[in-house]
């Protein structure tokens, strides 16, 4: 049923909490583009803090597949979508072919008819049609591997190379250093405001609102150990303090609410006094912070000029070289959990599980059946 506070949509405020033989009238010429938003803006006020990249989710889902699908077919009012359509929608998503010419990964398939089981469910259980279609369409399972896909070393370090010091550069560089040496996923890292980065302290805090789990954490910057003293390597503390002098180059003045990371205007026009107008190659950061979308574009630019596969840098392979080489290096189980923000120890000891990549130089360094006498057939 309906909850309280729910946004008055489309003019069916009144009908959605009338009988249900008046919701079923009232919604009998639902199209797909208004269905489709009043589930995303109930959805959105019945999970109070969701991520609106959530909700962005399911508008694609819903709205790149489902309702594609259903407008190819005829099908234009939601109540007349039947189970037959459904399942024809699975096997329309077994032979879809995107523009590139790709075909959809099992995951892509399996994220696609989720939202489409979840869409018809509240559907149902809102009252606006009579059936939940979706509830004897079973849903992919997939292989898992749960093997974490990082980036190599040296294709790290060909990346980083191929960064220049100019503000662009330092910019990006700075971005990797987060994802890659604190583990930050890409959207906790756009998330980032002025005040969640401290040199002082040498911690970055991801916000709840920007974190997957929707909880506060604070991660350690790169650290080392000089004359039995923690310091965040000088290094990164360089990398940062140059992009941070930069990032106060705006036209106003920063507040602990501003975004961190944004784009920058590396041309700005200057007027003379003849009124005629000359390019200067000074840089300037914009007001909008940088998105996704953006900082996956940065990386793979930078992938091509330094000859690495772009998939080998994507920000995720970065967040599990973070977690791959922590196991390595011998980082309890329990302290890793809580810098990468998994709400399961099991999600951690993935990182731990395929650390050792050398396991069979370790059991032969262990040599367990020293000074053992082994006698054997001659």
């Keep these: 049923m309906l909850t309280r506070n729910r946004p008055q949509l489309l003019g069916f405020s009144r009908a959605l909490t009338a009988p249900a033989a008046a919701r079923r009238q009232a919604s009998a010429d639902l199209q797909w583009e208004s269905a489709i938003e009043l589930f995303v803006e109930c959805w959105a006020a019945d999970h109070p803090g969701i991520r609106p990249l959530s909700l962005t989710y399911y508008r694609k889902q819903l709205g790149y597949r489902l309702a594609a699908f259903a407008l190819g077919r005829g099908v234009t009012r939601v109540q007349d979508f039947?189970?037959?359509?459904?399942?024809?929608?699975?096997?329309?998503?077994?032979?879809?072919?995107?523009?590139?010419?790709?075909?959809?990964?099992?995951?892509?398939?399996?994220?696609?008819?989720?939202?489409?089981?979840?869409?018809?469910?509240?559907l149902h259980q809102e009252q606006i049609v009579s059936e939940?279609?979706?509830?004897?369409?079973?849903?992919?399972?997939?292989?898992?591997?749960?093997?974490?896909?990082a980036t190599p070393t040296a294709d790290l370090e060909k990346l980083l190379d191929v960064?220049?010091?100019?503000?662009?550069?330092?910019?990006?560089?700075?971005?990797?250093?987060?994802?890659?040496?604190?583990?930050?996923?890409?959207s906790e890292l756009v998330g980032l405001n002025m005040a969640d980065l401290d040199l002082v302290s040498g911690r970055v805090r991801v916000r709840a609102e920007t974190s997957k789990g929707r909880r506060t954490r604070s991660v350690d910057l790169p650290l080392m150990i000089r004359d039995g003293q923690e310091m965040v390597k000088p290094e990164v503390t360089r990398v940062l303090s140059s992009w941070l002098a930069l990032r106060a180059q705006t036209e106003q003045p920063l507040d602990d609410d501003a975004p961190l990371f944004v784009g920058l205007d590396l041309r700005r026009r200057n007027h003379t006094s003849?009124?005629?107008?000359?390019?200067?190659?000074?840089?300037?950061c914009a007001r909008e912070r940088i998105s996704v979308h953006t900082v996956r574009s940065i990386l793979r630019r930078a992938a091509q000029k330094a000859g690495v596969a772009p998939r080998r840098?994507?920000?995720?392979?970065?967040?599990?070289?973070?977690?791959?080489?922590?196991?390595?290096?011998?980082?309890?189980?329990?302290?890793?959990?809580?810098?990468?923000?998994?709400?399961?120890?099991?999600?951690?000891?993935?990182?731990?599980?395929?650390?050792?990549?050398?396991?069979?130089?370790?059991?032969?360094r262990a040599d367990i059946a020293k000074g053992i006498r082994l006698m054997g057939p001659e």
């Design 274 to 284: 003849r009124g005629t107008s000359t390019l200067t190659t000074a840089t300037r």
């Design 82 to 122: 039947s189970r037959s359509d459904l399942r024809a929608f699975v096997a329309w998503l077994e032979a879809y072919v995107s523009c590139y010419q790709r075909p959809l990964t099992q995951r892509g398939k399996q994220m696609a008819l989720n939202a489409a089981k979840t869409f018809f469910k509240w």
């Design 132 to 149: 939940d279609i979706g509830a004897q369409v079973r849903t992919y399972r997939l292989d898992k591997n749960t093997e974490p896909r």
């Design 313 to 364: 840098v994507m920000p995720h392979r970065l967040r599990h070289y973070f977690g791959l080489a922590s196991a390595k290096a011998g980082v309890p189980t329990t302290a890793l959990m809580r810098a990468m923000g998994h709400s399961s120890p099991i999600m951690t000891a993935r990182y731990s599980e395929f650390a050792d990549s050398e396991r069979r130089w370790a059991f032969a």
């Design 163 to 186: 960064l220049s010091s100019r503000p662009a550069g330092i910019r990006d560089r700075a971005m990797v250093y987060l994802m890659a040496f604190c583990g930050l996923r890409v």
